[in-house]
């Protein structure tokens, strides 16, 4: 069976650190998907390029950040900004006539939907700020608990050792009360902005 040379950490650990040979790892297992996708869709060799290195540096951007943790593959995630990105510059030369051929609008067949797509984009960015905000506002050490239950995927074995519990159901019960917090947090503060 075939086994990558570095693991989707591996990678991400060395562009975090600005490593080259990370940096050339992820270009060239991706681009080779996101080219296509941008040439279908109205771009041009140029566009390629240059959509996917606005991706890269989103990419090298958000891997510094000691938070960040990658929910989906990388190729899943430099996908999806690509698209946006794209959808973004696509958005803007709309406003001029001419630059889009007649089919711009199809894709097979179907209608675009990319207004929607960044919408939602968008909506689910804001959300995941309000919720590290909320996480802030929170307080150790239920702060630390959920992220070591969802960040980290530990088990309530695990939480109950780190955390001095007499055991995983305790560890359960108090993971349970700073869930129903944080909601009151992040939906209270929803409540506000609205």
Known sequence: MYQP???EQQLL??????ERMATDVVYRQHIKIVGPWILQNGGSESDVGDVFQEAMVVLYEKAQQEDFRLSCKIGTYLFAVCKYIWYKKLQGAQKQ????????????????????DVNAYK???AHYQNLDIALD????PCRSLLKAFY????????IAAEFGYTNPDNAKT????CLNRLRKIF????????
């Open 13 to 18: 650990a060395g562009l975090a650190k600005g």
């Open 5 to 7: 040379l570095y693991t």
């Open 151 to 158: 960040h980290n995927d530990k088990s309530m074995q695990e």
């Open 123 to 125: 909506e689910r960015e």
């Open 187 to 194: 939906y209270g503060a929803q409540t506000k902005m609205r």
């Open 137 to 140: 506002h929170l307080g150790e």
């Open 97 to 116: 006539p001419g630059f889009l051929p007649d089919n711009a609008g199809n894709d097979e067949g179907r209608d675009w939907a990319y207004e929607d």
């Open 174 to 177: 108090q993971k349970y009360k």
